[in-house]
């Protein structure tokens, strides 16, 4: 079955850094476009980054933009978000998403990993 396991959140002081990794198993990771949303308490949740299945084409929230990359290593079927000069308001759970079609659209969501920013 389709698993999407995220790892890498914790608690960063503002200004800090943070990898965040997804590791894919139970579908062709290779074809799939992959991403990361984000929802904080009482919000409603937030794209932050996609990447094409080649990783040739990435797309970010304007929040994030200049502060976020997203990439992927198709090799160890996993998607990672490096987040860096963190701010408080970066704060939520942060889930991984897979995405494509094969006779119909498949959509699947990990758990996600807490990303908390405070001094």
């Known amino acids: 079955q389709v698993q999407l396991v995220e790892s890498g959140g914790g608690l960063v002081q503002p200004g800090g850094s943070l990898r965040l990794s997804c590791a894919a198993s139970?579908?062709?990771?290779?074809?799939?476009?992959m991403g990361w949303y984000r929802q904080a308490p009482g919000k409603e949740r937030e794209l932050v980054a996609t990447?094409?299945?080649?990783?040739?084409?990435?797309n970010y929230a304007d929040s994030v933009k200049g502060r976020f990359t997203i990439s992927r290593d198709n090799a160890k079927n996993t998607v990672f978000l490096q987040m860096n000069s963190l701010k408080p308001e970066d704060t939520a759970v942060y889930s991984c998403?897979?995405?494509?079609?094969?006779?119909?659209?498949?959509?699947?969501w990990g758990q996600g990993t807490q990303v908390t920013v405070s001094s």
């Open positions: 990447i094409t299945s080649t990783g040739g084409s990435t």
């Open positions: 998403y897979a995405h494509w079609f094969q006779f119909r659209e498949y959509v699947y």
């Open positions: 139970g579908f062709a990771f290779s074809r799939a476009t």
